[in-house]
T-cell receptor, first 117, second 113 residues
């Protein structure tokens, strides 16, 4: 079945550096992908919509200059956390819709744990 | 705007008990609904996807039901085991589509040996 792969699953970076998280659809094309973030003791919240070949759409309150999203191909979206700070430490997860042939299933990556020290 | 509520927030049961987790949503015009589990420090594991045309979906000891009209889904876990201990999340598509979802706040389950 369709799989969405996310990498890395866990990353530690120093404060002030940038870190990139990749989200790949392995056996299907995704013109749109989505990025979510989980705040401590809260559920996952939608951050942004990644659009292939165009700019990402960010949810209210999400800093687009801090969370750079690039959807360079039909199978890859990347989230770059720029100038990371400890408060950016969180669980990030991506999703990609499988389309009508999949029964409108949304496929999720495994998620990435980011720790900024 | 879709709002998703999960009750209870936490649940502790002895091993072997059957249990029910609840998920309520405000906009019933949904394509499907998914249940996930999240282990501490780990990613999401998809458990069950139930389509809007279905009333139930089963996988092993898990059974998910969906009642769109009342905006409810339940996840039934039979004969619970310590390995079932995790946080369970339901994800419901946002109003007007199926691509974006709203997650519930989760139910943290502890199964005591």
């Amino acid at each position: 079945g369709a799989v969405v792969s996310q990498h890395p699953s866990r990353v530690i970076c120093k404060s002030g550096t940038s870190v990139k998280i990749e989200c790949r659809s392995l056996d299907f094309q995704a013109t749109t992908m989505f990025w979510y973030r989980q705040f401590p003791k809260q559920s996952l919240m939608l951050m942004a919509t990644s659009n292939e070949g165009s700019k990402a759409t960010y949810e209210q309150g999400v800093e687009k200059d801090k969370f750079l999203i690039n959807h360079a191909s039909l199978t890859l979206s990347t989230l770059t956390v720029t100038s990371a700070h400890p408060e950016d430490s969180s669980f990030y997860i991506c999703s990609a819709p499988g389309g009508p042939l999949s029964g409108n299933t949304i496929y999720f990556g495994e998620g990435s744990w980011l720790t900024v020290v | 705007k879709q709002e998703v509520t999960q009750i209870p927030a936490a649940l502790s049961v002895p091993e072997g008990e059957n249990l029910v987790l609840n998920c309520s949503f405000t906009d019933s015009a949904i394509y499907n609904l998914q249940w996930f589990r999240q282990d501490p420090g780990k990613g999401l594991t998809s458990l069950l996807l139930i389509q809007s045309s279905q009333r139930e979906q089963t996988s092993g000891r898990l059974n998910a039901s969906l009642d769109k009209s009342s905006g409810r889904s339940t996840l039934y876990i039979a004969a619970s085991q310590p390995g079932d201990s995790a946080t369970y999340l339901c994800a419901v598509p946002n109003s007007g589509g199926y691509q974006k979802v709203t997650f519930g706040t989760g139910t943290k389950l502890q199964v005591i040996p």
